[in-house]
């Protein structure tokens, strides 16, 4: 028997949409892409690449046409309006992080979502990632270190933690697991704005350390996950070694997966469209990006007050 394609819809189609999702979305099998953006030159310039009859260049317009699913890749500003339309009209949501930079609008989005048994999805990639995939695998860690450092890019504590450092802390939950304990944060700001981050907390006993640097002289990503007598290195989630008894042991992939695959948006995609299709709500996910949210809070609590 045939199924039907899921009409999914893409809300702005920025660099994030164009790279990450559209090559996914578009050459899927199993989905019928709708394109959502108000600008229209590239609403069409990307129909036409991508040979997409169904576009829109409002919001409103297209949940009144009442796609299956849509996918929000708009500025962060804009989130807390547009997912609270979808969440009305009963529409389940894919979200770039952070579903908003306000706890509290976090918490209302949430809570809404609840009330109406409509799923929000959040798009951490890495989580995803086949290296990283391999490390929750792994048992017993002692101490993981996520760094993640960037050139020339100070910005506001906020947006700093909420729209890159999440990335971060997300990714440090999800291979740590438990509750998070003893939380201590170490920053430099400079004319008000975040220059430098390092944020420790515990979860089981496992020491979880993560760090970013916005003025270095390289744009790098590196984790280093260690349990009892092994070490992992990955570096930019393509590569990596396994360290054991003195012995080292290379991991990466072959020469034809593509960088979407490496980097988790492929498995994250996939995902994503088992969870339209079970067509169940999993208050669990709710309270998982709640917490992530909430650490986050937490986190630019502690560099005010510092």
């Known amino acids: 028997m045939k199924l039907n394609k899921l009409r999914i819809a893409l809300i702005g189609l920025g660099d994030i949409a164009k790279k990450a999702y559209l090559p996914i979305v578009a050459n899927h099998t199993q989905v019928s892409p709708i394109l959502c953006t108000r600008n229209t030159t590239t609403l069409k310039e990307l129909a036409s690449q ?59 989005l949430l809570q809404k979502a609840t009330q109406k048994k409509v799923s929000i999805y959040l798009g951490f990639n890495r989580r995803f990632a086949p290296l990283i995939q391999s490390l929750k695998e792994q048992q017993n860690p002692i101490q993981i270190v996520w760094q993640k450092n960037r050139v020339n890019l100070p910005a506001d504590p906020r947006v700093f933690v909420f729209d890159d450092f999440i990335h971060v802390v997300d990714s440090l939950r999800f291979l740590g697991e438990g509750k998070n304990e003893n939380l201590q944060v170490f920053s430099k700001l400079k004319t008000n704005q975040l220059e430098s981050l390092q944020v420790q907390w515990q979860q089981n006993g496992t020491l979880l350390i993560g760090t970013m640097n916005r ?5 790098e990503e590196r984790i280093e996950y260690y349990n009892y007598n092994n070490k992992w290195q990955i570096e930019e989630l393509t590569a990596g070694v396994h360290y054991q008894n003195e012995q080292q042991k290379t991991l990466g992939f072959g020469n034809w997966e593509s960088t979407l695959y490496k980097r988790g948006f492929v498995h994250l995609f996939e995902d994503w469209l088992k969870v339209l299709q079970q067509c169940t709500f999993d208050e669990k996910r709710m309270q998982d990006i709640w917490e992530t949210h909430n650490l986050c809070e937490k986190i630019v609590s502690k560099i005010k007050s510092n």
């Open 215 to 219: 003025v270095s002289g390289i744009t």
């Open 50 to 108: 991508y040979h997409i009859d169904e576009t829109y260049s409002s919001v409103d317009e297209l949940i009144n046409n009442k796609p299956d699913a849509a996918m929000v890749h708009s500025t962060t500003k804009s989130h807390f309006s547009i997912v609270s339309k979808l969440i009305e009209a009963r529409i389940p949501v894919f979200v770039d992080k952070p579903l908003s930079y306000s706890l509290q609008e976090v918490e209302s």
